[in-house]
């Protein structure tokens, strides 16, 4: 670090690689043999000049050795060779043919020894002959690590098994994968390493790193290994490490990579992360911090070892002070492992909290993208993606990795692809290529790149080399493999070779269902189930939808789904309109001032506006001559979100309709309740605004309808439900003119409209100090918004099957409090249970 001159300088000499530790590997777990493989006992996949299709030949007929790019010189009969058919004898002959080497379907070029091909060396197997190990030194063996990859056929610096004074012996039996073959272009040696694992290997990797954090994170010096980081020394992947010891040909990775996990997996050295929360919180706390300081962004979603997410095995151990630096928004973490987990139940009250609050983050903005491939599937299938993948950053209209890796911010589409058979790759490309690309992505009135994708290596995964690189969105059939085995984009005939870029072909719009105005933004916006985005200016967004039908909706604000369309090569728009629900949100906020007990009742049209924290409004709101009652929720599938006391009706001016709204909360004792005249006054918000669409200004600006001051008054956080502190006198408050009704005139004068839930009476709502339980009508609620239903009850048109209220499932009678609903059975209502449970609790 010194040496270098500190700085940058020195963290990236503090970052080399560690070649003692790769060679290490290489002898103990790689374990490469070569083998003899006589000549005639194996057949190449040639394509022949002359020759219509490609043919088998034997290794006895091609002269010499495999030159560079796959290019062999075949001996035999040029005559035959238009008539010469797959499986045909190779005719004998004394001609020269050049040809070159192919691969079928699979990615093979040679009919046994193919790269990556699992082959088991048995005398039964290969009884016409008896293939030989070469026996070579530990200083060979090493050597054998710079001929893996697609062009070792030109490494013949190397070739030191060529002489045949090399000393050989019988070749072991057991099952081999094939690293490569030919070797250095040598038809009779190939590559091999051992598929079964000994005992002896699943401790290697446990004190092993591949550079010096690695390394002291394996021996548990963490106070090094934050030094290290804050001196600018990237954070290891643990998971990565040694992974491209064995080349980078796609099989052979992968089944490298499935080796190297289950021996990451034996010694519990996945990640550092998972190694660093072995300690304890004050040393994984520091390392975080560590991490936080220098912007480093490690992978907290990967599993452990033992199969669980960080977050869940945090939460299960009671490690809250973890868990609650692990859900700081910077570091992105799904939060969707600990939704309904048992375990926080017992978690403190701000984690929970903050839990709501990043569960409600996540379901609006979606998760994080871990990686740019699911960035560009998520992209490529028409959402609005708005956020940057894990570990990169923008630069000049691209994504830049640390690793130096540089991938176009705007993914194209290639062919015709249609649901599953699509893949999306990355196909590597030139810098002048990627000058003309972004000018192409810039210019709005241009619809293809001008870049000639046929032929061009291709990865399914992220990439790692350093260079520039274009995802595609193209059919899985177009990929295809060359004659050393590595992945190519082969374009059909009469298929355009260059990708378009996507356009928009949806545009959906939102309105009011009262005033038919569009909310300036805000709506969140899903397309067949997944999440697209949200609306913008004038309640509009644009979709780039590919072909075929797609069901629009808004999720828990629009009224119905809408079908659209969308054709290949039409140059309109397709339209879906959606209406809101009309909802209305009362909730309680607390604005104490000192020692002066103070709280604000509000007001909202969008359920994503109530802060975190926010109180369940207690007590009855009145509109047009209907009335509501806030009630406690339990912990279930709707208890994290608010939910809506009041609905605007179809065609009614919202402006006049929310000037008859009347609020009586439920008072604690000694507490009074103040209007807020600057809303509900005769020159307050409400009349300024009555002749406009209120329903969508509530959408983004929640309005103060009064103040609690006095005693705190009881309440249920949103999403708890646990009861707060505080006396209850159990009595709304009301006007002192209100004529006091008794239960049977209450429930005599119940209004009973089509489609809308039957509200208990008025009287209903001063509870005693022990409540009796009483019985209520409830239509049963519609699973979906279907268009015949309103606020999610089900209406006397809808066809959607039914069900009971609140998801309620048939209880004894001595159970709980009890409801009633209009086909006559009977089921348990936990909204009243929990009520009961917390009035005798206080």
């Known amino acids: 670090f010194k040496d270098a001159g500190f700085g940058k300088a020195g963290a990236k000499a503090l970052s080399l690689l560690d070649e003692e530790a790769r060679d290490a590997v290489w002898l103990n777990l790689v374990q490469p043999i070569v083998v003899h493989v006589p000549k005639g006992l194996e057949r190449f996949l040639v394509r022949l000049t002359g020759c219509p299709e490609p043919v088998w030949v034997p290794s006895n007929k091609i002269i010499g050795s495999v030159a560079p790019h796959g290019r062999v010189l075949v001996k035999g009969n040029k005559e035959a060779l238009p008539r010469l058919a797959h499986g045909q004898v190779w005719p004998d002959g004394r001609d020269k043919i050049m040809g070159t080497l192919t691969t079928t379907r699979d990615g093979r070029s040679a009919e046994h020894f193919g790269m990556g091909e699992t082959i088991e060396l048995s005398s039964i197997l290969w009884p016409a002959c008896k293939l030989r190990r070469l026996m070579l030194s530990k200083e060979q063996i090493l050597q054998l690590r710079e001929l893996i990859g697609e062009e070792s056929s030109e490494k013949e610096g190397c070739a030191f098994f060529m002489n045949d004074a090399v000393a050989t012996a019988s070749a072991p039996g057991g099952r081999f994968q094939v690293l490569s073959y030919p070797l250095a272009g040598d038809l009779t040696k190939a590559m091999l390493r051992p598929v079964k694992r000994s005992s002896r290997d699943l401790t290697l990797l446990a004190t092993l790193g591949e550079t010096l954090i690695s390394q002291c994170a394996k021996l548990a010096k963490w106070d090094m290994v934050a030094l290290l980081l804050m001196n600018g020394v990237p954070c290891p992947n643990l998971k990565e490490e040694f992974g491209d010891i064995c080349g980078q040909f796609p099989p ?80 992105q973490v799904s939060v969707e492992p600990l939704i309904g987990l048992r375990a926080m139940a017992a978690a403190p009250v701000d984690v929970r909290e903050l839990l709501q609050v990043r569960t409600e983050q996540e379901q609006l903005c979606g998760a994080k993208p871990r990686t740019l491939k699911e960035f560009f599937e998520r992209q490529l299938s028409g959402e609005d993606m708005d956020q940057t993948p894990r570990g990169c950053e923008v630069s000049d209209g691209m994504f830049v990795s640390e690793s130096g890796v540089r991938v176009l911010k705007k993914g194209v589409r290639l062919g015709a692809p249609a649901g599953k058979s699509a893949e999306v790759v990355f196909v590597r490309i030139s810098e002048n290529e990627v000058d003309a690309a972004r000018g192409t992505i810039e210019d709005e009135s241009s619809t293809m790149l001008p870049v000639d994708l046929n032929g061009k290596a291709v990865t399914l995964t992220d990439p790692k080399i350093a260079a520039p690189w274009l995802a595609v969105l193209c059919p899985a059939s177009y990929l295809r493999r060359n004659a050393s085995g590595a992945q190519v984009l082969r374009i059909p005939a009469r298929c355009l070779p260059a990708p378009y870029i996507p356009e928009e072909t949806v545009l959906v719009c939102v309105t009011t269902p009262c005033c038919g105005v569009p909310p300036e933004q805000g709506i969140l916006v899903h397309s067949s189930g997944k999440r697209m985005g949200f609306t913008a200016n004038k309640g509009q967004l644009r979709l780039a939808l590919p072909c075929g039908k797609h069901v629009i909706s808004a999720p828990g604000q629009g009224r119905a789904e809408v079908t659209v369309q969308v054709r290949r090569g039409c140059p309109e728009l397709v339209s879906a309109t959606l209406s809101l629900l009309g909802e209305l949100y009362f909730y309680v906020v607390d604005m104490s001032h000192d020692e002066e007990a103070k709280e604000g009742v509000m007001l909202c049209s969008n359920h994503h506006q109530v802060p975190a924290g926010a109180k369940i409004f207690l007590g009855t709101v009145t509109m047009c001559g209907r009335s509501a009652t806030g009630r406690p929720q339990t912990q279930g599938s709707e208890g994290a979100r608010p939910q809506p006391l009041l609905y605007v009706p179809t065609s009614t001016r919202c402006g006049k309709a929310l000037q008859t709204l009347e609020v009586r909360p439920v008072l604690g004792e000694g507490a009074h309740y103040e209007r807020n005249e600057d809303v509900l006054g005769p020159d307050g918000w409400l009349e300024a605004h009555k002749e406009q669409c209120v329903l969508s200004l509530l959408f983004n600006m929640p309005q103060r309808l009064g103040y609690i001051i006095g005693a705190r008054a ?19 408050a009301r006007p002192e003119t209100a004529r006091p009704e008794t239960a049977a005139s209450g429930r005599q004068e119940m209004e009973r409209q089509p489609g809308r839930r039957a509200e208990r009476p008025s009287s209903a709502g001063a509870y005693a100090t022990t409540p009796p339980i009483r019985w209520r009508t409830i239509p049963p609620r519609c699973p979906r918004s279907c268009g015949f239903c309103f606020g999610g009850v089900q209406g006397p048109a809808c066809k959607g099957k039914r069900l009971l209220p609140y998801g309620g499932r048939s209880r004894p009678s001595s159970v709980g409090s009890l409801v009633r609903t209009s086909a006559g059975r009977r089921s348990f209502d936990p909204y009243e249970d929990v009520l009961i449970k917390g009035l005798l609790k206080s």
């Open 252 to 331: 052979i990775n992968r089944s490298w990579g499935r080796d190297l996990l289950t021996l990451n997996a034996a010694c519990e050295a996945r990640s550092l992360v998972e190694l660093a929360a072995k300690t304890d919180d004050d040393e994984f706390l520091s390392l975080i911090s560590a991490l936080k300081e220098e912007g480093h962004t490690p992978d907290f979603d990967e599993c452990t070892s033992a199969g669980q997410p960080l977050l869940v095995a945090m939460a299960e151990a009671s490690r809250w002070e973890v868990l609650r630096e692990l859900l700081d928004p910077q570091w």
């Open 714 to 732: 009881p309440g249920y956080i949103i999403g708890n439900p646990e009861l707060t502190s505080g006396s209850f006198t159990g009595r709304p």
